[in-house]
């Protein structure tokens, strides 16, 4: 099952990568912003998937762990809240370089002319 998740993600990839080659305009200025919001598509999209599993990954721990010591779940439910807050800081920052490559590409304004 994992493997055909991973060869269907890989798919769509390549598609949408191929379309976008085949769809591109010859000026330079289209070439830089196309690649700068593909940029900032997959940096927050794999910020926010990593993110995800991640955050699933310590939810179950947590709930296995308490499961098998519920005394101790005061201090899992403390330590998986502190996790999480680090774990979707680094959401956060996928979103800032996201909007870095949006708003704030030095070579979108040369080749745009503004």
Known sequence: MKKLVIAGL???????CASLAFAADLSAAAGVVQWTV??????????AIGSGIGMGTAIGGACEGTSRNPE?????????IIGLAMIESLTIYALVVALILL?????????LGA
């Open 10 to 16: 890989m798919t769509i990839t390549v598609s949408l």
């Open 38 to 47: 593909l940029g900032a598509g997959l940096a927050i999209g794999l910020g």
């Open 72 to 80: 101790a779940g005061g201090r899992i439910l403390t330590t998986m």
């Open 103 to 111: 708003f704030g590409n030095p070579y979108a304004a040369k080749f």
